[in-house]
């Protein structure tokens, strides 16, 4: 049911004109109420409710979600006219929807700084900003003009020569159907959401996490580098062999390489906007040129073009020093030898002595390119791979020659200069298929990069496929297989071999394959330097943030000098064959990843996985993403091994060393997921002996400014965590959740620092609740989560739980100690904590000592061990103690323990210790005077110690003793009770004053004359002699590991146990009181 309301003035006037349109319905749909309706409707709901108009001047009716006062006044204008005033308060904090869309419609993903200097200095960015651009020249050209490149004028003839039509053809299907699956993958990912500028690299790092993003980015940028230096050795390749081949050098590729790309690099640093007008010349330039292939093919159909290859025997002459193919001629004068002649011969005259091979083959002279309809085509299926220096010769022609006798002349034919086999001719292919991710790299610049990046980049790869698919075919139908494999032209007069098919002339391929070529060099050198940028403005990688910094008008200087420098190194390689599997390796790595980002996204589901391009699996994601791993190892195993580990060191380095990022990335729901799992998994069942580890819950205390009081207490923490489970480091707060919000969030962030200080991995907690008490409990019943919960809790021990003022502490301290048996927790107390190592001490020697009273589960077994796995304690030597019983064999029980010592695999000393027989009767007796006397004396403190001296001096000459421990008035002097007893004064449990008479001198002798509790000397006696024992035995051990004594069934003696366990442990340094957890946790089987 809607709500309507109605509109009016103040004083009961309406006046539609102020209410038309005016009015923002609550509800979403209703429409703006008439008048008539309007008043109908207010008067049938029983009342008018007034709501301010915009524009008008009357203030706003008193409303109580209105704050009215005079110091909200000026604030409360702006909500005038909005009649929003139920959601004022989230007004405050949260945008309204108006604003929001506003701000999302005006979004522009444009890259800050990007004009050009020429703009800046003549504020002309206005006037000379392009508009944006659409499919067809934001993206379907731009991949057409770095698809098309290099490989496809100077390698491809070649390719298809030495792997035959059906191999070539299976490559080009292999590389370009990899393409497509990359490229469905790439525009599902475009399309899910806003793609600022960036591109692949933005893409994979969003989706994949900054370690994989950064990986991945670097080897992309490191392909685009090396892409340009091939580029480069294209274009050089062009000049000096097919251009000027007069220009050439002693080392001339490295020579003219260098020039090319310091001219390049200049031309880039001048402004990249030279190279953006030059572009569409360069893209006319390779369109050109393909078309004019296609017009060769169509006339070779037609007539054949006249391009003669020379052929000795079977062999591929070097048409070059030669005029006719043959050994002599018939002129007016006679028989006259050639060049040819005198080449293989000594001597021109027709009995000169001359190569073997030469006298005993013909020399023939056939037509490099018989014509598509000429049916060379069934020659041309099959390849013919050769080894470095091989002859190229014509498979079908037989030729006269002595396998022993030895090549003479070989500079005279034409030869294999590489080796060549299947793998080497994927990887020297595939870089002629990338430039895919082009028009995602402009995505900045595009009208609607959702719709244009997948349906030009789609379009682009089937136009490219096509023409490739086309091209092998059509090179096999119409060209020779001998000039086929003949990959610099020098059998067709030094010629390009694609260009000797082209129309109308050759130089149409070589003239416009050099420019294109020089254009996707310039290409690279723009892109590359700033994918560096980008990638060092996300401070991902610490090393490569000297790289984020430009000139002032954005452009990346030092980038492009890191890029230029790389960019040298692969012209320092010199050929083109060599260069092009490496940068290969790169590409296959980040099209790799770009379909595993894909195939992630959709197989987790994530809510924010919506993307508009429709036409995507997850299957066809991991099937692109198995052909480029395939395609990787095909192109050569050992490069990529070497990707992978420089891929695999980058992660490393940036995971350790870089910067954290949260951007919603697919591994971080991978973590989730696989989280999920696992918890899942655990909670199948309670882990197995040989499985448990400490999964410590370690409780700090926080002062008034939050900080941690016991950070010793962490660093123990980090000791004990050589079993690598669990750790949560938790405190507690008193208060209401609400009111002590802040101060939570600031004591969660002291934990966190220190927890980083002492590098301890692990999570924090903080709970508020109205006491201590129950705060720790909550900790202790909540902490954790399905299967991964705490099984051992470290606390620290009271330390001054003797004053008055401190009463609640140890009563919280032993309640602590109840809930974690009763929950079958473990339980670590270490005592004087404040003494215990920090992470960065040393002990260069000393002993770790067990005392082993009760058998715990082996917890005392195994913490020294795990504190012996850290540095702090590694040179410490292991001692375990135990007690002998008035009953037992004390040899046999060592020789027991040993062995069982020996199967646990645990290196330690053993000593069993013999029971002393003696009750400590006087000890026990002050302690429960003490204890009676507080509950009865309700004085103040000066009173309380007077009394309690009166109490000493009584007791200490004639203390009562039992038969079996006979005690002299000296022992009882010399006894810790009597050192204690001044401490005891210190404290009152605050309980209500006794009814009157309970302070006379008669309750007070009463106190005098009372025996112990037969119990309590027993504990007494036990915790007195253990402890002078110890202090014996271990009073130079770095640490003592003792049984920690279950707490009293009744409270009431609450108060006694404390004393108990301080005197078990009086003179110790550092003590740590172990309490098992009731199961066993560790086995002697494997």
Same mark, same amino acid.
Not at 337 to 343: A, D, E, F, G, I
Not at 540 to 553: D, Q
Not at 772 to 788: E, F, K, N, P, V
């Given at each position: ?162 792997? =035959? ?526 499985? /448990? ?116 502490? /140890? ?266 957890? =009731? ?8």
């Amino acid at each position: 049911m809607s709500q309507r309301f109605t509109v009016s003035k103040s004083d009961g006037e309406r006046r539609p004109s102020d209410i038309q349109g005016e009015v923002n319905q609550l509800f979403e749909g209703d429409e703006p109420a008439t008048g008539s309706s309007a008043e109908a409707d207010g008067s049938a709901a029983g009342g008018e409710v007034l709501v301010v108009l915009k524009g008008d001047s009357i203030p706003k009716e008193s409303s109580p979600f209105i704050n009215s006062s005079d110091a909200a006044a000026e604030k409360s204008q702006q909500y005038d006219g909005k009649n929003m005033a139920l959601f004022e308060e989230e007004m405050d904090t949260s945008p309204m929807v108006s604003s929001l869309l506003s701000s999302l419609a005006n979004y522009s993903n444009l890259p800050q700084g990007s004009k050009e200097h020429e703009e800046a200095e003549n504020n002309e960015a206005e006037s000379s900003r392009k508009k944006p651009l659409g499919t067809l020249m934001g993206v379907y050209m731009p991949c057409i003009q770095n698809i098309f490149g290099v490989i496809l004028f100077l390698r491809m003839t070649w390719l298809v020569g030495i792997g =035959g039509v059906v191999g070539t053809f299976v490559i080009v299907t292999m590389c370009c159907t990899t393409n497509m699956l990359t490229a469905i993958s790439m525009s599902a990912i475009a399309t899910n959401g806003v793609v600022p500028a960036g591109g692949s690299y933005y893409m994979i790092s969003r989706s994949l996490g900054p370690e994989f993003g950064g990986a991945v980015g670097i080897c992309f940028y490191l392909g685009t580098t090396f892409a340009g230096a091939m580029y480069i050795l294209g274009a050089i390749e062009l000049l000096l062999i097919y251009i000027a081949p007069q220009a050439a050098l002693l080392n001339n590729m490295r020579v003219y390489g260098t020039i090319l790309l310091t001219s390049m690099a200049t031309v880039v640093f001048v402004g990249v906007k030279y190279v953006n007008k030059l572009a569409l010349v360069f893209l006319a330039c390779v369109i050109l040129s393909i078309l004019a292939v296609y017009a060769g093919v169509i006339k070779t159909g037609i007539d054949a073009p006249d391009f003669p290859v020379c052929l000795l025997g079977n062999r591929t002459l070097i048409w070059k020093t030669f005029d006719v193919c043959s050994k002599t001629v018939e002129t007016a004068n006679g028989t006259v030898t050639t060049q040819l002649w005198r080449m293989f011969c000594d001597s021109p005259f027709l009995n000169a002595t001359c190569d073997k091979y030469f006298t005993s083959n013909n020399v023939t002279q056939i037509q490099g390119i018989p014509g598509v309809a000429s049916g060379i085509l069934s020659e041309n299926l099959f390849g013919t791979y050769y080894e470095k220096g091989d002859l190229i010769a014509r498979t079908n022609m037989d030729s006269v020659e002595d396998q022993d006798d030895p090549l003479t002349n070989a500079n005279r034919y034409v030869l294999a200069d590489i080796a060549s086999f299947f793998t080497l001719l994927v990887g020297i292919y595939f870089p002629s298929v990338t430039g895919i991710m082009a028009g995602s790299n402009r995505s900045g610049d595009l009208r609607d990069a959702q719709k244009s990046i997948p349906v030009g980049t789609i379009a682009a790869i089937t136009t490219t496929s096509f023409v490739y698919m086309s091209s092998v075919i059509l090179f096999g139908a119409c060209i020779d297989g001998v000039v086929l494999r003949d990959k610099f032209g020098e059998g067709v007069h030094g010629n390009l071999v694609i260009g000797t098919l082209a129309w109308p002339s050759p130089w149409v391929i070589v003239i416009g394959s050099f420019f294109s070529t020089c254009g996707a060099g310039l290409q690279s050198l723009t892109g590359a330097p700033r994918l560096m940028q980008a990638i060092a403005k996300d401070g991902i990688v610490p090393a490569l943030r000297i790289f984020g910094h430009a000139k002032a008008n954005g452009e990346p200087t030092w980038s492009l000098l890191l890029t230029a420098c790389i960019c040298e190194i692969g012209i320092l390689i010199a050929s083109l064959d060599l260069v092009a599997p490496i940068l290969s390796m790169f590409f296959l790595m980040c099209y790799m990843f770009v379909n595993l980002a894909c195939a992630l996204q959709t197989l987790l589901r994530t809510p924010n996985w919506r993307p508009r391009f429709k036409f995507y699996h997850w299957a066809l994601s991991f099937l692109g993403m198995s052909l480029c791993l395939t395609l990787m190892f095909l192109c050569s195993w050992y490069y990529a091994i070497v990707a992978m580990v420089i891929a695999g060191s980058i992660y490393k380095y940036i995971e350790f060393a870089g910067a954290e990022k949260e951007w919603g990335d697919g591994i971080r729901g991978l973590s989730l997921s696989a989280a999920r799992y696992a918890l899942m998994r655990l909670e199948e069942g309670p882990p197995h002996t040989k499985n /448990w580890r400490p999964q410590l819950l370690t409780l700090v205390s926080t002062d008034a400014e939050q900080n941690v009081e016991q950070p010793r207490l962490l660093s123990l923490t980090n000791q004990l965590k050589a079993g690598k489970g669990l750790t949560i480091v938790g405190t507690a707060l008193v208060g209401t959740f609400l009111e002590n919000y802040e101060q939570s969030q600031r004591a969660e962030q002291a934990l966190r620092k220190l927890m980083e200080t002492e590098k301890v991995k692990g999570f924090c907690q903080v709970t508020v609740s109205s006491n201590l008490r129950d705060a720790t409990s909550h900790l202790i019943q909540a902490s954790g989560l399905g299967g991964l919960k705490h099984n051992a809790v470290l606390v620290s021990w009271p330390r001054n739980w003797r004053q008055g003022d401190e009463h609640q502490t /140890w009563r919280n301290f032993v309640e602590l100690v109840r809930e974690t048996t009763a929950a079958d927790l473990a339980l670590l107390v270490p005592k004087n904590v404040a003494a215990f190592p920090s992470n960065g001490e040393r002990f260069t020697e000393g002993h770790i000592d067990v005392w082993w009273i009760v058998h715990d589960g082996g917890m005392l077994m195994l913490l020294p061990f795990l504190l012996r796995q850290h540095k702090v304690w590694r040179k410490c030597k292991m001692r375990i103690f135990t007690v002998a019983q008035l009953d037992d064999n004390s040899i046999q029980m060592k020789k027991d323990l040993t062995t069982f010592l020996y199967h646990l695999r645990i290196d330690a000393m053993v000593e069993v210790i013999q029971k002393v027989e003696s009750y400590t009767y006087e000890k026990t007796l002050v302690m429960e005077q003490r204890s009676q006397m507080l509950k009865q004396i309700k004085m103040t403190r000066t009173e309380r110690e007077r009394e309690v001296q009166l109490i000493h001096d009584n007791t200490t000459p004639a203390s009562p003793a039992t038969p079996a421990t006979p005690l002299t008035p000296a022992e009882g002097v010399q006894s810790p009770g009597a050192q204690v007893q001044m401490t005891w004064t210190e404290k009152c449990d605050g309980e209500p004053a006794k009814p009157p008479g309970a302070a006379t001198p008669e309750g007070i002798k009463d106190l005098f004359n009372m025996k112990p509790n037969q119990s309590n000397v027993r504990r007494m006696h036990t915790a007195l002699r253990l402890n002078e024992v110890i202090i014996k035995k271990s009073s130079e051990a770095k640490l003592v590991l003792l049984n920690m004594p279950g707490p009293p069934k009744n409270r009431t003696g609450d108060e006694n146990y404390m004393e108990f366990l301080e005197v078990l442990t009086d003179g110790l340094n550092r003590v740590l009181l172990v309490r098992g957890g =009731g199961r066993e946790v560790i086995t002697i089987y494997s």
